[in-house]
C-alpha cells in the first residue's frame, strides 16, 4: 500500500475540521420542514428534467447523425424520462432510510 504525502494529510486533517464545525454551526440552526420540502422537490424536478434534455439531445444528434429522424430521439427520450424516473426512486430511497435512522 503506498503512503500518503504529508501535505495530503494535512489536506484530510483541515478538512475533518471543518466539517466538524460545521456540523456544529448546523445544530444551532434545524433545517424546517418547509426548506427540507424545498429542496427535495427541486432535486426530484432537477433530476427529471435534467434526464430527459440530455436524452432528447444524445437522440436529436444521433438522428441527425446516422439519418433516422425521429427514431433514435423517441428512444431516448423514453429512454431519458427512465432514467429520470430511477434517479427519483433511488433519492426517495435515500431520504426514506435517513427519516428512519
Do not use: C
Not at 426548506?35 to 444524445?58: C, D, N, P, Q, W
Not at 446516422?66 to 433519492?91: C, D, E, H, Q, S
Request: aromatic share 8%.
Amino acid at each position: 500500500m503506498t503512503q500518503k504525502p504529508d501535505d495530503i494529510k494535512q489536506l484530510e486533517k483541515r478538512i475533518a475540521e471543518l466539517k466538524r464545525k460545521e456540523a456544529a454551526a448546523r445544530k444551532d440552526k434545524p433545517e424546517s420542514e418547509y426548506a427540507h420540502a424545498s429542496k427535495a422537490g427541486f432535486r426530484v424536478a432537477t433530476e427529471l428534467i435534467s434526464a430527459v434534455v440530455v436524452g432528447a439531445a444524445i437522440g436529436y444528434l444521433l438522428d441527425d447523425w446516422f439519418g433516422t429522424k425521429p427514431w433514435l430521439l423517441v428512444a431516448f427520450l423514453l429512454i431519458g424520462g427512465a432514467a429520470g424516473m430511477l434517479n427519483v426512486y433511488r433519492f426517495v430511497q435515500g431520504e426514506e432510510r435517513k427519516t428512519k435512522e
